[in-house]
């Protein structure tokens, strides 16, 4: 069955690191990859989009890759600010739906000042 | 633009009482998703409308849980009776032309 992985453990790192969060998936053949961001009591927002035929893709501080050998996403986030500090979501189309994608459980940053 | 409306925020029942969520998606999307996210989890589908027709409700538990979007506009999404492991956060999100979805703040019940 189809099955993403995103790391459930928090990831704590220093402000102005570089943030990498790991999205990966099996028995996918995704057309595209999204990631969202979710903080406290809020919807989930969405911030990139990267398509099976892009090896990476940039958003100011953002950057996300999409390694469809490695069936593997890797989110970057350069200068990382406490305002960082959120859940990340991956979400990948389901094969067969219209539109429809499925979410992985999302990995808890916290930008420590 | 405004984005997706939801009402009530926060909600707690008694155990086989029943609930109702209601949701405004943005103006002209023609896709509507409800979702329910138990805490530490990622959305999990319930329910997918393209305009007023379902096109997913495979992952609805139909024994108890129904909605409709009449007008293919606002849409609600109904528990009865509800049990303890409903408690969750029930979102909802609208699509329109593209692939990006438009979360709502999401309903957040708790059953007693």
């Given at each position: 069955?189809?099955?993403?992985?995103?790391n459930?453990e928090?990831?704590?790192?220093?402000?102005?690191?570089?943030?990498?969060?790991?999205?990966n998936y099996?028995?996918?053949?995704?057309?595209?990859l999204?990631?969202?961001?979710?903080?406290?009591?809020?919807?989930?927002?969405?911030?990139?989009l990267i398509r099976?035929n892009?090896?990476?893709?940039?958003?100011?501080?953002?950057?996300?890759?999409?390694?469809?050998?490695?069936?593997?996403?890797l989110?970057?986030?350069?200068?990382?600010?406490?305002?960082?500090?959120?859940?990340?979501?991956?979400?990948l189309?389901?094969s067969?739906g219209?539109?429809?994608?499925?979410?992985?459980?999302?990995?808890?940053?916290?930008?420590?000042? | 633009?405004?984005?997706?409306?939801?009402s009530p925020?926060y909600?707690i029942?008694?155990k086989?009482?029943?609930?109702a969520?209601?949701?405004n998606?943005?103006?002209?999307?023609?896709t509507?998703?409800?979702?329910?996210?138990?805490?530490?989890?990622?959305?999990?589908?319930?329910?997918?409308?393209?305009?007023?027709?379902?096109v997913?409700?495979s992952?609805?538990?139909k024994?108890?849980?129904?909605?409709?979007r009449?007008?293919?506009?606002?849409?609600?999404l109904?528990?009865?009776p509800?049990?303890?492991?409903?408690?969750a956060?029930?979102?909802c999100?609208?699509?329109?032309?593209?692939?990006?979805?438009?979360f709502?703040p999401?309903?957040?019940?708790?059953?007693?």
């Amino acid at each position: 069955s189809q099955k993403i992985e995103q790391n459930s453990e928090a990831l704590n790192i220093q402000e102005g690191k570089t943030a990498t969060l790991t999205c990966n998936y099996t028995n996918y053949s995704p057309a595209y990859l999204q990631w969202y961001r979710q903080d406290p009591g809020r919807g989930p927002v969405f911030l990139l989009l990267i398509r099976e035929n892009e090896k990476e893709k940039r958003k100011e501080r953002l950057k996300v890759t999409f390694d469809t050998t490695l069936k593997q996403s890797l989110f970057h986030i350069t200068a990382s600010q406490p305002a960082d500090s959120a859940t990340y979501l991956c979400a990948l189309p389901l094969s067969g739906g219209y539109q429809k994608v499925t979410f992985g459980i999302g990995t808890k940053l916290q930008v420590i000042p | 633009e405004a984005g997706v409306a939801q009402s009530p925020r926060y909600k707690i029942i008694e155990k086989r009482q029943s609930v109702a969520f209601w949701c405004n998606p943005i103006s002209g999307h023609a896709t509507l998703y409800w979702y329910q996210q138990i805490l530490g989890q990622g959305p999990k589908l319930l329910i997918q409308f393209q305009n007023n027709g379902v096109v997913d409700d495979s992952q609805l538990p139909k024994d108890r849980f129904s909605a409709e979007r009449l007008k293919g506009v606002d849409s609600t999404l109904k528990i009865q009776p509800a049990k303890l492991e409903d408690s969750a956060v029930y979102l909802c999100a609208t699509q329109g032309v593209g692939e990006t979805q438009y979360f709502g703040p999401g309903t957040r019940l708790l059953v007693l």
